[in-house]
């Protein structure tokens, strides 16, 4: 869509290869970098700008040299943060992304106030609710991607699984974006056949298990966190909100009261459109699933609880 601006804040390999996704695709009409290190947002963007030669659609690609550049954005992509040392306890890489968000809400909420913001930096819900606590915008506008990754990790074990339908995946992902996530099998399908009737019990919890290890899998093999999937992981929600396709995705979002929670941001299959957040679904979840979605909420309740006992929120 013309006039259609996308910022993305961390111009690393998850924010550059999401970045050339959209450019590639021509989700957007322009797509603006920025990172702390200007070199590395003002290099990306020179690369990926000169790419776009062979690009069906003429999309923009520009650095922003201060927070200030990042200005009247459609959407706002968060993927800035640093990963966990070895050194470091739970608490002080909280705190430390915790801080990076926060800084960038300040400014998004200053240049880009009517944006949505999609956050990617880790941990994924926590940060998710920093950025809904403190911009106080309507929890619609604030969404964390993690579960558009996961259903693709899914889908990808799927298609290993029974070796056909490339393409044609619907898997589920819900919970939070990590160990405690939990991948649903017995509601996902291949080509509208439900996975359970073309796979076993003892396939289905390979399957699950191996969802789960996606990311760690990929860092055993490269050393690094991945990015080319949670890139284009991020431009497919981009172009949902952009194009308004209202599509249904897992994502992390705020609960108000759904799932019989309130005040924490976890991942549950969402609509998603031209207003961010359309529509919670609400899934009929098994109880044994219950408990595990119970028992992740509290993780993510745990390191709120550590960002409360910091007074981060004061």
Known sequence: MVGRKVGIVGAGFVGAT????????????????????????IGKAIDIGQSTNYSAKGTIVTAAKTPADIKDCDIVVITAG?????????????????KIVKEVVENVKIYSPNAIILCVSNPLDVMNYVAYKLTGWDRKRIIGMAGALDVSRMAYQIHKKVGFGSGQMRAMVVGNHGQDMIPCPEISAVGGVPLDQLLGRNDMDEIIEKTKEGGAEIVKYLSTSAYYAPGRAISVMVEAILHDSRIVMPSSVVLDGEYGHKDVSIGVPIVLGASGVEKIIELNIPEDKKV???????????SIDILRENNFFD
């Open 292 to 302: 595990k979605f119970d028992q992740a909420v509290a993780s993510v309740q745990e």
């Open 18 to 41: 999401a970045a050339y996704s959209m450019t590639i695709l021509g989700i957007c009409h322009e797509v603006i970098l920025y990172d702390v290190v200007p070199e590395m947002a």
């Open 82 to 98: 640093v990963p966990r040392r070895s050194e470091m306890k739970r608490a002080d890489l909280l705190m430390i992304n915790a």
